[in-house]
């Protein structure tokens, strides 16, 4: 038995128009770059792309919308990609989101035989349109189909001629189920070895999923965002007049020791900066990590870590590993404590947007959704008001929701309001403001709290 091949070129030999292809990676991480690049000469067209993300404007799945390849894309988060986000908005591209943990979840079950699943998230939202609902011990869930390909493209770390996998750290993301969810199976890797030199305890994928393997050449292995620092040196200036250090300095503060912490992008991923000492907790990531934060500063910096917007280093102490699918079994399931997300809006009842602008602005649902649904806790942390002075505390969220009824704690530069049943409290206020200066800026009524505090930091 040898499944091995020449290169990507003869990988995708028999692949034909219209074809669906699920492709590996998460962000700019474990992405099949020969394979992709072989499709874009090849020329293949009208093809439906089922991926995480859609690359960037000039690599990993992007590159197949320069030629307009695609026909439709089946996707969880489209933001960094602009062109595709164009394509998308003004219709000229077929787009289907899925919540992340949905998309995870179609494909693992996809290549388990498991027709269609039932799942919390996006009960309440777009998500949920056109869906079966059923009630489960009082909660509703949403039916969704499995989701497979006629072909997978896979990029793992080591291989053999058998088509075992091995992947490295975050690039196992959604790699490992959909080398499971294809009728024809390709993985290119880093490095193929002969038989018995893959540790049997440490294969990712047994090579009963996989039909054809060879060598790739030249990884770019991009980092999305990338970031030089030495050892003690802080991840950002900490400018105590800065009010987004302000409002992460007052999120950490809503963090106990030992807790399980999933950060959106952004703004919330600053807060471990500000752990209140004896402070430890453990943030648990999408892309198939969890690792001790605040991250260490020194360290060698490692592409397969820095994905989706979110900076680590390796040789973090006690880390581990997995695939997507079982990062959102963690988050659905009620292991993740709490959830630090920015918004777009947030209501009186505790709705949440923040993913969509119609006509405007189109990211995609990403993991906020599986979020809201599974954790414990759900804090916003976000800037009391746009750039343009207009509320983001709004009486009713007119924008596309990622869950109804989710949010705990709203914290910003101006105060911190806890969503109760009885409507919106304002707890603390900032140093130098008052409880009208917040009202100002919040369209629905805020009650003042009997022992209003001043806010920490």
């Given amino acids: 038995m040898d499944k091995r091949v020449s290169g990507a070129e003869e990988a995708i030999r028999e692949l034909q128009d219209g074809a669906t ?20 000469r090849k020329g293949t067209k009208h093809l439906t792309i089922a991926s995480n993300n859609a690359g960037v404007d000039d690599f990993g799945v992007g590159l197949l919308f320069e030629q307009k390849q695609v026909k439709k894309m089946i996707s969880t ?17 077929e787009l289907e989101l899925n919540p992340q943990g949905t998309f995870s979840e179609r494909i693992r079950a996809g290549g388990a035989g498991i027709p269609a699943f039932y799942t919390p998230t996006g009960y309440g939202t777009a998500a949920a349109e056109g869906r079966e609902v059923r009630e489960f011990h009082g909660r509703k869930y949403l039916l969704m189909p499995a989701l497979r390909g006629d072909y997978a493209f896979i990029k793992a770390w080591r291989g053999d001629r058998w088509g075992n996998l ?4 975050t690039a196992r993301n959604f790699n490992a189920m959909m080398a499971t969810a294809a009728d024809h199976v390709v993985a290119e890797v880093e490095e193929l070895v002969d038989l018995g030199e893959l540790d049997p305890d440490k294969v990712h994928v047994p ?14 292995k991009r980092i999305e965002k990338r970031t030089l620092r030495g050892a003690g040196t802080p991840a950002m200036p900490l400018d105590p007049a800065d009010k987004r250090a302000r409002i992460a300095r007052r999120a950490a503060l809503e963090l106990r020791d030992g ?22 907790v453990i943030i648990q990531s999408e892309n198939g990590m969890l690792g001790v934060g605040p991250y260490p500063a020194a360290g060698r910096e490692d592409p397969d870590l820095i994905n989706a917007g979110k900076e680590t280093v390796s040789e973090i ?12 079994a963690m988050i659905r399931g009620g292991r993740v404590d709490a959830t630090i997300l920015g918004a777009l809006q947030v209501d009186p009842e505790g709705n949440l947007a923040n993913w969509a602008v119609p006509g405007k602005m189109l990211k995609g649902m990403g993991g906020a959704m599986d979020l809201v649904a599974g954790a414990r806790r759900v804090i916003v942390a976000m800037e009391h008001a746009t750039k343009d002075g207009q509320a983001k505390i709004v009486k009713r969220c007119t924008l596309p929701l990622t869950g109804p009824t989710v949010v705990n704690l ?16 304002l707890r603390e206020v900032a140093p ?4 009208a200066d917040v009202q100002r800026l919040t369209e629905p009524k805020l009650s003042v709290a009997p022992d209003l505090r001043t806010m920490e930091g």
């Fill in 207 to 220: 090579g009963i999923y996989v039909d054809a393997i060879f060598q790739g050449e030249r990884f770019e």
């Fill in 166 to 169: 091995v992947f490295r750290k």
């Fill in 410 to 425: 709203i914290v910003t530069e101006l105060g911190v309001i806890e969503v109760t049943p009885e409507g919106l409290v």
């Fill in 259 to 280: 807790d399980y912490v999933n950060l959106g992008i952004g703004l919330p991923t600053l807060v471990p900066n500000f752990l209140p000492p004896g402070v430890e």
């Fill in 317 to 328: 102490p006690g880390c581990c590993y997995f695939s997507s699918a079982d990062s959102f």
């Fill in 77 to 93: 988060y489209v933001g960094e990609n602009k062109q595709f986000e164009q394509l998308a908005l003004s219709g000229e591209l």
């Fill in 432 to 435: 130098g403001v008052t409880p």
């Fill in 21 to 40: 292809i699920l492709v590996g990676g998460f962000g700019l991480c474990g992405v099949p770059e020969n394979l992709i690049a072989a499709v874009r």
